[in-house]
């Protein structure tokens, strides 16, 4: 255990557990060097601080961010990879060259201030910060920091639901030009399945049953949404036409394997080995065009379950056909059958506000009047019938008829 000198900045040098640890402590001062050394021994203790034999921690950090993302493609699927890649970038520019054992609190606010100055929303910040996190974690670098750094506040929407003008609409001019077909495809699927997005692009032809109506969710999002979606008439329909144009492109025999909308299609060649990207250009265009700029594709799973929660669907029926869905989410679906339910009864209530022939006063029901006792007595009227006797019974023929015998 030793503390030197390099330049005017002490450094410490001890082992613990058979693993050495070299560090400059950042001060000149001979005092603090010594509580600061102290401080890395008892995190040397605890497993929070890196040996110098851990290369990891002592790369500059673009080298660190390739090492971490090519570490990470096996265990993410590959557009989750794509995302983080994206994500990283402005990591990169901003940190560059600069050592792991450099980044501080005060780097990691300068770099959130700077990001936000420039327009970027609260959830890609924390995106950003996330991934930092898990360099520095693998580092054993980000339990300096973490006290100081808390995640920015995010906007929780839960989804918005169209009206019905506005859905009809929005399939209306889907279906206006011949550039936003997949986007209808796509759009026809959700609302009609509460598909999401990566669901409907990962679809094969292997998951479509054509005979039993029904589509299978290999993957999605989290492993609650691997699930069987029964095709209603509009689902049913939309998946013939994309089939129907899937044999334009490959012929009459579509291999299970290949992918229902197929990567780079509206080209000359599109690779049915690969999903196709998204939509997105042409979904901002349709929406703007709709009247509905800001509508995300995402609202129309939304948009999906809130009319089944209106239709009194349970629970338990939302969950297995939309897979995944957040005890909050559920919370508001709730509140959305229950708003059904008071429109339901309050339409009730005014088709009984007027009065009615035959009804009492102020609307009230015919038992209302029928309970009331007359105010005079009522004579009821009976009716007399001559069958057969001059006493108005049948007896009395019938013995005198037995009688002849």
Not at 19 to 25: A, C, N, T
Request: proline share 4%; net charge positive; aromatic share 6%.
């Amino acid at each position: 255990m030793a503390l030197y000198k390099r330049k005017k900045t002490w450094w410490a040098d001890f082992s613990v557990h058979g693993e050495r640890y070299r560090q400059s402590l950042d001060t000149t001062d001979w005092r603090a060097a010594q509580a600061k050394q102290k401080e890395l021994i008892a995190q040397a203790n605890q497993g929070k601080l890196a040996p110098s034999s851990q290369q990891f921690a002592r790369l500059r950090f673009s080298e660190a961010l390739d090492r971490y993302l090519a570490d990470r493609r096996p265990r993410v699927a590959a557009r989750s990879h794509r995302s983080e890649s994206d994500h990283a970038k402005p990591l990169r520019g901003y940190f560059g060259t600069t050592p792991l054992t450099r980044i501080s609190t005060d780097t990691i606010l300068a770099y959130i201030r700077e990001r936000k100055a420039g327009g970027i929303s609260n959830t890609t910040v924390n995106m950003e910060i996330g991934i930092l996190r898990r360099v520095l974690k693998r580092a054993r670098r980000w339990h300096i920091v973490a006290d100081d750094i808390r995640s920015l506040p995010e906007r929780r929407d839960i989804g918005r639901a169209m009206s019905p003008d506005e859905k009809l609409r929005l399939l209306r001019v889907a279906a206006s030009r011949p550039e936003w077909q997949v986007a209808r495809f796509a759009t026809i699927l959700a609302l009609n399945t509460t598909m999401r997005g990566c669901e409907i692009r990962e679809l094969r032809w292997r998951d479509i049953d054509l005979l039993g109506r029904k589509l299978t969710v290999m993957r999605s999002k989290t492993q609650a949404g691997e699930r069987v979606i029964p095709l209603n008439g509009d689902a049913f329909a939309i998946i013939l036409e994309i089939r129907d144009r899937a044999k334009q492109f490959f012929g009459d025999n579509l291999a299970l394997d290949w992918y229902a909308l197929p990567h780079a299609e509206g080209y000359s060649k599109p690779d049915p080995t690969r999903p196709m990207q998204g939509w997105r250009s042409a979904w901002r265009s349709l929406t703007k065009e709709a009247g509905l700029k800001g509508l995300r594709f995402h609202d129309l799973r939304h948009h999906a379950i809130t009319e089944l929660a209106e239709s009194l669907t349970s629970d338990q029926t939302i969950m297995a056909i939309a897979g995944h869905v957040s005890p909050r989410m559920l919370a508001h679906y709730s509140h959305v059958r229950l708003e059904a339910k008071r429109c339901a009864l309050e339409a009730l209530s005014s088709k009984r506000s007027k009065p009615v022939k035959g009804e009492g006063l102020e609307g009230g029901y015919v038992t209302k009047d029928v309970t009331k006792e007359p105010s005079e007595p009522v004579a009821i009227p009976q009716v007399h019938e001559k069958n057969g006797g001059d006493d108005g019974t049948r007896t009395r023929d019938l013995c005198r008829d037995r009688a002849a015998f």
